[in-house]
């Protein structure tokens, strides 16, 4: 036996019987408080030192027999020992199963039924860290159950007064229009009493880790992220996580056309009801800046879009479009170059939430290319105006990039993506440039696969055809220059002659580089190239012949190919 210890000693000293990954009660003081307490004077701890941190959230009595199933984890349980008076030896188990449901420790009044504790009992409460409290036996156990619900109660009280106080300080940071960063900052100094190193995050919806206080993750929390760094929410949802050495205390941030999740670390003590209420407040409080953020963001898109489409419609002057560009960073001097990703017409418009993310990613991607490049999205359509200091537009592969991010999740970009000229005189050409890339992706719609790149310097002839209506007399001049070349593909030895005859005539009749491409015998080939004389006329030898077949080509590379 031994006397209370300082008070003064570390409040949570000791394993909290609940264990690290679960809460303690909003309300709830140490052990070692309450033994503080006027009806606990006299108290004499028996047994389980190490367990006086162990928080008391409520008490109660035993005197049945079975009350085993009706104990609470964080309660003092007060017994004169009467239950087990013919089985002392049976007290040994009980500190196991009282200290397996949390329950914060026994207090009992020795003398009337039981004299004395086994030694075994004793022996097992110090191993556990539960602690056993002779209390004085002239005290009512009415007097000490009064005093344990107003210490609580009293305690109660003033966490409710401070998690309100503690809401409006950061509500006051969005009021007087605060971002991100001072909130998780705040929240970092309101959940790290006692000195004690806590780590508070804010995961964005990608997992992505942007607002950090406190330092870095411990060493411990790797576990935490992905293979690319990202936050695991799928795993550690909201509430509260044993991390063994951590404990983790998850809120989720919940904004219209966004989520997040806020995190807070610390390895001294679990986390107290309390401070979970200050976290999931603070989440809250998150999700009104994220919600100001995109409210303002939208604006400024809208914005954004208005301009770009008066400067590419040309209604605006050069005055007042670079004026107002410049407070977007933008700028419209020098040799530009307009690309417009039009999405495919047959796909269903994107919602609202993923419109917005895609009219950032594209922000972000072209700019990261061009820091002063013009952007917008409209409903279905992506623009950039983006500069060429070389005159020189870029790679199909770097527009091909650029795209991507506009593709569905884990798909790549089905429109088809309009590439103009360069034009040099910057404002002023705009409006025709945008006119270009709009051709470019109305002939490529009809040429090509969706996903390709159309340029408008490369349209060539099938810009000319594509203005020609889709008539009998089309269909009549297709059937009798190509033949049984006309019909749409599906039977392999027509779709082997047609293409044959296609690049023939792109190697300008070069029988051997047509082998080579095709990977044929030079002898094949010959024989191929008969049969189309045959079917077709002597193409080898009459230029006419040759002009009519590449038009047909053409033709039926925008008018079957692609219908």
């Known amino acids: 036996m031994s006397e209370l210890p300082d008070l003064e000693q570390d409040r949570y000293a000791g394993e909290s019987a609940a264990g690290k990954g679960r809460t303690v009660a909003v309300a709830a003081s140490p052990l070692r408080q309450i033994l ?4 606990f004077s006299g108290a004499r701890l028996l047994a389980g030192r190490d367990g006086l941190g162990r928080m008391v959230h409520s008490i109660n009595t035993m005197e049945v027999p079975d009350v085993l199933p009706w104990v609470r984890a964080d309660e003092l349980l007060l017994t004169t020992g009467y ?15 009282l200290d397996e449901r949390g329950v914060a420790g026994l207090a009992i009044k020795l003398g009337r039924y039981i004299h004395e504790l086994p ?10 860290g539960f602690p056993i409290v002779q209390v004085a036996d002239e005290i009512p156990f009415s007097e000490m159950l009064n ?11 003033n966490a409710v007064a401070r998690a309100e106080r503690e809401h409006q300080d950061l509500t006051q940071l969005v009021l007087h229009g605060k971002g991100m960063p001072e909130v998780v900052a705040a929240l970092h100094a309101q959940l790290s009493t006692e000195g004690a190193r806590v780590v508070v995050a804010l995961a964005d919806r990608t ?3 942007s607002e950090m206080a406190g330092g870095e993750l411990p060493a411990a929390a790797a576990h935490l992220l992905d293979e690319d760094g990202a936050f695991r929410a799928n795993v550690f949802g909201h509430g509260i996580h044993d991390l063994g050495e951590l404990s983790l205390a998850v809120g989720s941030v919940k904004a219209e056309g966004s989520r997040g999740h806020l995190i807070a670390l610390r390895a001294d003590r679990p986390w107290t009801q309390s401070e979970v209420i200050t976290l999931e407040r603070g989440a809250t409080v998150a999700a009104l800046v994220l919600t100001r ?42 040799p530009k170059v307009v690309i417009l990703a039009a999405d495919d017409p047959s796909s269903e418009g994107s919602a609202d939430r993923r419109s917005e993310q895609r009219a950032k990613a594209w922000s972000s991607r072209v700019r990261s290319v061009d820091a002063t490049a013009a952007t917008a999205t409209f409903a279905s359509e992506s623009v950039a105006v983006l500069g060429c200091p070389d005159g020189v537009a870029p790679s199909t592969k770097a527009v091909t990039d650029l795209v991507s991010v506009l593709g569905a999740p884990g798909r790549s970009y089905d429109g088809v993506v309009g590439v103009s000229r360069v034009v ?14 709009w051709e470019a992706v109305r002939v490529g719609r009809m040429v090509d696969d969706a996903g390709t790149v159309s340029r408008f310097d490369d349209l060539g002839l099938y810009r000319l055809l594509s203005w020609v209506p889709d008539s ?6 297709l059937a009798d220059t190509l033949g049984e070349l006309a019909q749409p593909q599906g039977d392999p030895e027509i779709d082997e002659l047609r293409r044959t005859l296609m690049v023939l005539l792109d190697t300008n009749l070069n029988v051997a580089e047509t082998a080579r491409q095709m990977h044929f015998h030079y002898n094949t080939l010959r024989y191929r190239v008969n049969k189309l004389e045959k079917m077709l006329g002597p193409f080898t030898t009459n230029a006419r012949l040759r002009a009519d077949l590449l038009v047909s080509i053409y033709v039926w590379q925008m008018r079957v190919a692609h219908r």
């Open 119 to 128: 030694k075994d009992m004793l022996e097992r409460a110090d191993a556990l």
């Open 36 to 39: 503080t307490l006027p009806s």
């Open 83 to 97: 239950p087990m008076r013919n089985n002392p030896l049976a007290l040994v188990d009980f500190v196991t199963e």
């Open 424 to 437: 040099e005189n910057g404002l002023d050409g705009l409006p025709a440039a945008y006119a270009q890339a």
């Open 472 to 477: 009998t007399e089309l269909r009549s001049f």
């Open 293 to 334: 953020e995109m409210a303002v963001s939208a604006v400024e898109h809208k914005y954004r879009g208005d301009l770009l489409r008066e400067v590419l419609a040309g209604r605006v002057s050069a005055e007042s479009a670079e004026s107002r560009a410049s407070g977007f960073g933008w700028r419209f001097s020098g």
């Open 147 to 157: 005093q344990v619900l107003l210490e609580v109660l009293g305690l109660s009280a």
């Open 207 to 209: 997992g992505e880790l």
